[in-house]
């Protein structure tokens, strides 16, 4: 099955700097990335999501990007401002198949 | 437009007793329904899912069981609850056969004392 790696568990910046989480995926076969954000005691929420046909994605200041090749992809956050600070999942499927989550990553930003 | 419903939103209860947990979803028919769990730290445990009524799929061995009585409805129960049982318990749904992203309901906080 899928088995999806996610770095780093923690991630503290500074607002207004930029952060980055990547994660890893061992199954050739998936073709969808989305990427959810947890607030604290809040349900996770789609951010970003993108296909394999697609190498990069941008909405305002978050963009993830897919290198298929290496089975890599990576979020971006651009400004960090304290409201990003929550923690966020990466995941992998299949078209209708069930997603594997990464272990989730902690982002602190410090005002 | 689609809602998730979960409730209740917050239960205490002693170990040994039963549980019932319960999930709706509104606006669409035939979804993809999965519960999940969330234990003391951050990541999202698949517990059990189905893909249509009276199906489930069940992905960790244990105490709890799930049931899909009706097309959007998604039970999730235990006779018996652990201590380990304790943490948030998230119901989520997806449209079938797509690409599209997983819906997450508000969840529940269960403690077990």
């Known amino acids: 099955g899928e088995n999806v790696e996610q770095h780093p568990s923690t991630l503290s910046v500074q607002e207004g700097d930029s952060a980055v989480i990547k994660c890893t995926y061992s199954d050739s076969a998936s073709n969808y990335f989305p990427w959810y954000k947890q607030e604290l005691g809040k349900r996770p929420q789609l951010i970003i999501d993108?296909?394999?046909?697609?190498g990069e994605k941008k909405d305002q200041r978050i963009a993830v990007t897919l290198n298929k090749t290496a089975k890599h992809f990576s979020l971006h956050i651009t400004e960090t401002q304290p409201e990003d600070s929550a923690v966020y999942f990466c995941a992998a499927s299949q078209w209708s198949y069930i997603p594997t989550f990464g272990r989730g990553t902690s982002l602190i930003v410090h005002p | 437009s689609q809602t998730i419903h979960q409730w209740p939103a917050t239960l205490v209860q002693p170990v040994g007793s039963p549980l019932s947990l319960e999930c709706t979803v509104e606006?669409?028919?035939?979804?993809?329904l999965y519960w999940y769990r969330q234990a003391a730290g951050r990541g999202l445990q698949l517990l059990f899912y189905?893909?249509?009524?009276?199906?489930i799929s069940s992905e960790v061995p244990q105490n709890l069981s799930a049931s899909r009585p009706q097309d959007r409805q998604f039970i999730l129960s235990s006779k018996k609850l652990l201590l380990s049982d304790s943490g948030f318990y998230l119901c989520?749904?997806?449209?079938?056969?797509?690409?599209?992203?997983?819906?997450f309901g508000p969840g529940t906080r269960l403690t077990v004392l």
């Open positions: 189905s893909v249509g009524i009276g199906q």
């Open positions: 989520a749904w997806r449209p079938s056969g797509s690409y599209n992203e997983q819906f």
């Open positions: 993108i296909r394999s046909n697609v």
């Open positions: 606006g669409t028919s035939n979804p993809n």
